[in-house]
């Protein structure tokens, strides 16, 4: 069963809110109004790029009725701190999860997520929290915003390094979902995050060019204009 099955199973529709994260794609925003309910973004926590139940329950109101939480790049939301919000208020949580990799392609990620967060600098790397799968490796490319990530990935490119920006733009800024509201934490990771190569067949080599293309460039440039 779908998300709008899901949530349509739970008796939600009509005049109910869900709780969503703004920073990921649109599906689950697109699910909720095909429920016939009305999504309400929250802010994500910045480790995670999860659902932050402190965030969450400043969105709650009376026409609250469910949360959707999405675990994101391997990380885990913090499902137990959410559900213990929905029993407060009588709420209904759905989890959304990652496709998971076979066990061994799993552990060899978590192998080469260790290396590379061991030898880059000048980047912040990925929380290593307990269960985090690598279903990407996301960092950061701090500095003075989106500019200064853009022009460190065709950077990267330009030496051969394969890398992706994982959310371009946040739902909430979407033309059919726009809101005027505030997350910060949501709008920062979307202008600082960079997918870096961690798939399980990558070579010793191969991930030494990564950490040798990254640490030349020194995690920071000057914003592109």
């Known amino acids: ?31 909720v109004i095909l429920a016939g309910a009305a999504p309400v973004f929250a802010d994500i926590d910045p480790d995670t790029y999860c659902l932050d139940p402190t965030y969450v329950r400043a969105c709650v109101s009376e026409r609250t009725a469910a949360v959707v939480a999405v675990h994101r790049f391997g990380h885990q939301a913090d499902v137990a701190g959410l559900r213990g919000l929905a029993q407060r208020h009588g709420l209904f949580v759905l989890e959304q999860g990652e496709s998971q990799k076979p066990y061994e392609e799993a552990a060899q990620r978590r192998a ?4 590379l967060s061991g030898r880059l600098s000048g980047l912040r790397t990925p929380t290593g929290s307990d269960g985090h799968t690598y279903q990407q490796y996301v960092v950061r490319v701090p500095g003075n915003g989106r500019p200064d990530r853009d022009a460190f990935a065709r950077a990267l490119r330009g030496k ?27 709008e920062r990771a979307a202008d600082e995050t960079l997918a870096l190569p961690v798939d399980a067949a990558l070579s010793k080599r191969q991930l030494q060019r990564v950490v040798s293309a990254c640490n030349a460039l020194g995690g920071l440039l000057q914003p592109a204009f």
């Not at 733009?169 to 910060?184: G, I, Y």
């Open 112 to 115: 080469h997520a260790t290396y």
């Open 1 to 31: 069963m779908g998300t709008v099955g899901m949530l349509q199973a739970a008796g939600i529709g009509a005049g109910d809110e869900v709780i969503v994260p703004a920073y990921g794609n649109p599906e689950v925003a697109e699910a």
């Open 160 to 186: 051969g390094v394969e890398c992706s920006v994982p959310v371009k733009t946040p739902v909430h800024r979407m033309p059919a979902f726009r809101r005027d509201v505030a997350l910060p934490e949501t």
